[in-house]
């Protein structure tokens, strides 16, 4: 069975920062293509970064030039690092596959960022 555990999430003032680690563990389980989603109250999860096993990255155009997806494969864990962070970043943020399978979501990990 994979499980996917977010952590790093917190309250942080606009302008800050936040690492965010996800680590996956599981029979067999191979990290391919991962993803890092966010989702506020009242919208839909939406895809933030994914990054390959060979560190090719996207990223969605609101968060470009101010947060990094990362991977340590050995580790079996992604990172999301952020920056500047806005208070439109306050979300609960998951890790999941690329594209997202269903059974691997976890509880995520709350961002909350203060004006």
């Known amino acids: 069975q994979v499980q996917l555990v977010e952590s790093g999430g917190g309250l942080v003032q606009a302008g800050g920062s936040l690492i965010l680690s996800c680590e996956a563990s599981?029979?067999?389980?191979?990290?391919?293509?991962m993803g890092w989603y966010r989702q506020s109250p009242g919208q839909q999860r939406q895809m933030v970064a994914s990054?390959?096993?060979?560190?090719?990255?996207n990223y969605a155009d609101s968060v470009k030039a101010r947060f990094t997806i990362s991977r340590d494969n050995a580790k079996n864990t992604v990172y999301l690092q952020m920056n500047s962070l806005k208070p439109e970043d306050t979300a609960v943020y998951y890790c999941?596959?690329?594209?997202?399978?269903?059974?691997?979501w976890g509880q995520g990990t709350q961002v909350t960022v203060s004006s």
């Open positions: 999941n596959s690329f594209p997202p399978r269903q059974e691997y």
């Open positions: 599981g029979s067999g389980f191979r990290m391919n293509i």
């Open positions: 990054i390959t096993r060979g560190a090719n990255t």
